[in-house]
Nanobody, 124 residues
């Protein structure tokens, strides 16, 4: 099992920044791809960003490309999501997820472990 705990969410004005963090514990973290997803009220969970086991490759949804950056520190068992130029449409519950494979995926069902989420609210 891998336990994931997100932090760093909050309320921010449009154009502002937040940095989300996800701390992992339990089974080996460094060989797993990690992802960030988000879910707004009444909508399905959607892909935001993913990173391979060694941080060598990243993927982003087009809606966040150029504004968000995913990174990881395997020595500290953490993955982060730096979010800049936030927009009201970024408002959602953000989830960290781990996959038992070394490469990421765009699909929630490909991830095996999930955190409880951290709320991000962007005011206009």
């Amino acid at each position: 099992q891998v336990q994931l705990v997100e932090s760093g969410g909050g309320l921010v004005q449009a154009g502002g920044s937040l940095r989300l963090s996800c701390a992992a514990s339990g089974r080996t973290f460094s060989n797993k791809a990690m992802g960030w997803f988000r879910q707004a009220p009444g909508k399905e969970r959607e892909f935001v960003a993913a990173i391979t086991w060694n941080g060598g490759s990243t993927d982003y949804d087009n809606s966040v490309k150029g504004r968000f950056t995913i990174s990881r520190d395997n020595a500290k068992n953490t993955v982060s999501l730096q979010m800049n130029s936030l927009k009201p449409e970024d408002t959602a519950l953000y989830y960290c997820a781990a996959r038992r494979y070394s490469t990421g995926s765009f699909y929630p069902y490909d991830y095996d472990y999930w955190g409880q989420g951290t709320q991000v609210t962007v005011s206009s």
